[in-house]
DNA sequence: TCACCTCGCACCTTTGAAAGGA
DNA sequence: ATCCTTTCAAAGGTGCGAGGTG
């Protein structure tokens, strides 16, 4: 782990040229002064305003790859990390105030997709968005010093499409495109969010977008996992990209997968179609499937060149869920003082324990703590807004091709924003275990810019993300819910509110998620585990075959 | 029939405890 | 006693492909 950390601070160093890469928020409103609870930073000065801040994407280069391919994310009922993972580097925090900092992933339009003629084809209306749930990074919250020391990963975030998912990963349909946002949220006195007056910021990088798939549909996708994913490694080919050798003992015979076939037939089929219907020589198959997302056209046909544009009205179920689910070594959480408290009051559905939101929860305003230890990288917990009139705005989508929008806003009094216009959209009921519901505002489609505005009323936790000619969709308890996902969180409702490291902990302070203090707000005491260093991509370069 | 999903598999990396040395 | 490095087993992350489902 200290390796981990050691090394990614030095890759961090390395990474750290300025580039155009880095987008530099403009500046902040501040903060009404009419919040009756207004937060207040862990330091104040200057940095109240988040103006200074930037936010790189890191491996920006291997997620555009991805992203002219068209990138897929395998979603399981288990759960499935994002491949690339999720990175960033930040820089420009005021080393000594308190930043959290999540990721959410909101749907990129309202359509659902299907993989036709070697391309993604809009294949009907998009099913109702599943239950929000937001990834907090399991350092959170940490002083800026600490964001900027090196690589913040969200590598441990999961995709999941079990609706009822008990373990806090992030829950998405398959076949539609999804975009993942990162939000620096300022951490006030009690190291909670979501108070009025809250600053923070939203980042999004358009070429993280994505379509959740089940398995993967283009080759090239494929590849170009297997390429640069480690885990993948066994699928690597020694030297051509569509042969691998069968590791089976005794059997070295080269294997052409059913989906190379398929791609092989799909491609040659769609590049005779090309022919046909456009008289237009690609010259290679694969150009067939390529998006021009840096044209603000994804997916070329069927009307949905705008479709990324399009504004969902979404709205937010006040309520609070909280799931953990349990590092692979159990025992180890027997030294942890929070772990009986733990299991004694927790649902136990699997080996892999999860906790539920204890009766305690139905109340928006109980403190929910989690401990330090247990906030391992492996762990995860969910928070639910409760009570939380979101504010989702999205980051303007003027004329970034290759930046990240950003937004920069402060929870403060509501705003008249307009609404988007999804209102029919229904949510569906995310079982007993997470109950709340909150809006999640579709991306507008890339190009993203810097927007800043006070934000609106924030009586429990909401995120929001300026947007220029959009509005934030109304809290509605009848909507999606957005939960917080804290890896390494535990249930510890009713129980003891902090949560001591072992001894010889990097950071000796205990961490403590309580979301939703009488506030309404989310409280991440002390957090200060180190994120795991994350598995790097090699950055080898796919062979188109 | 088909598109999509689930599950088990083999292969691989990552993780963290234990052991040993400085 | 402390710190560092190495070793190793277990956990867990991959895509594949057969089979299931609606």
């Not at 091709?401 to 403060?412: E, K, L, Q, R, Y």
Request: aromatic share 8%.
């Amino acid at each position: 782990m200290l390796q981990d950390k050691s090394s990614s601070v030095t890759d961090e160093r390395e990474s750290r040229a300025p580039s155009s890469q880095e987008t530099a928020l403009p500046p902040c409103r501040s903060p009404l002064p009419v919040s009756p609870a207004p937060m207040v930073p862990s330091s104040s000065g200057p940095d109240q305003n988040m103006e200074n801040m930037k936010v790189v994407l890191h491996e920006r280069e291997l997620w555009r790859r991805f992203h002219e391919a068209g990138t897929e994310m395998i979603i399981t009922k288990a759960g499935r990390r994002m491949f690339p993972s999720y990175k960033v580097k930040v820089s420009g925090m005021n080393p000594k105030t308190k930043y959290i900092l999540l990721v959410d992933i909101v749907p990129a339009d309202d359509h659902r997709y299907k993989f036709c003629d070697n391309k993604w084809m809009v294949a009907g209306k998009a099913e109702p968005a599943m239950p929000g749930r937001l990834y907090v990074h399991p350092d959170s919250p940490a002083t800026g010093a600490h964001w900027m020391r090196q690589l913040v990963s969200f590598q441990k975030l999961k995709l999941t499409n079990n609706h009822l998912d008990p373990f806090g990963h992030i829950i998405l349909n398959s076949m539609h495109k999804y975009q993942p946002r990162l939000h620096i949220v300022k951490a006030d006195e009690n190291n909670a969010f979501g108070s009025r007056n809250t600053a923070y910021c939203t980042h999004v990088f358009h070429e993280t977008s994505f379509i959740s798939v089940t398995s993967y549909q283009n080759h090239k996708i494929t590849q170009l996992k297997i390429e640069n994913n480690p885990f993948a490694k066994g699928f690597r080919g020694s030297e051509d990209g569509d042969l691998r050798v069968s590791r089976i003992p005794g059997k070295e015979y080269p294997i052409i997968s059913k989906n190379m076939v398929r791609q092989k037939i799909i491609s040659s089929q769609n590049h005779l179609t090309g022919k046909l219907r456009a008289g237009v020589l690609s010259g290679h198959p694969q150009v067939l499937s390529s998006y021009q997302y840096d044209t603000g056209t994804p997916f070329s046909n069927s009307g949905s060149q705008d479709a990324m544009s399009n504004n969902f009205p979404q709205s937010r179920d006040p309520s609070l869920m909280y799931h953990c689910f349990k590092h692979r070594d159990n025992s180890r959480h027997l030294e942890l003082g929070c772990k009986r408290p733990y299991l004694e009051t927790a649902s136990v559905l699997s080996e892999e324990h999860y906790f539920r939101s204890p009766p305690s929860y139905e109340s928006p305003l109980v403190p929910h703590s989690y401990c330090a230890e247990a906030m391992s990288s492996r762990e995860a917990c969910m928070y639910g807004g409760i009570d939380t009139d979101s504010r989702v705005g999205v980051a303007d989508a003027d004329d970034l091709t290759s930046s990240p929008s950003v937004g920069c806003n402060m929870w403060a009094a509501r705003q008249p924003y307009p609404h988007y216009g999804m209102e029919g959209i229904s949510y569906q009921p995310f079982t007993a275990h997470f109950t709340n519901s909150a809006p999640i505002a579709p991306v507008p489609h890339q190009a993203p810019s810097m927007v800043s505005r006070p934000q609106a009323d924030t009586d429990g936790f909401s995120l929001s993300t300026g947007q220029r000619g959009l509005s934030v969709a109304p809290a509605s308890p009848s909507s999606t819910s957005t939960s917080l996902v804290v890896p390494g969180a535990r249930n510890k409702a009713g129980l003891s509110p902090l949560y001591h490291r072992k001894p010889g902990s990097p950071m000796q302070s205990h961490r403590d998620l309580s979301a939703y203090t009488s506030q309404g707000t989310i409280t991440l005491r002390d957090a200060s585990h180190q994120y795991q260093g994350g598995m790097s991509s090699a950055g080898s370069h796919w062979s188109d075959s």
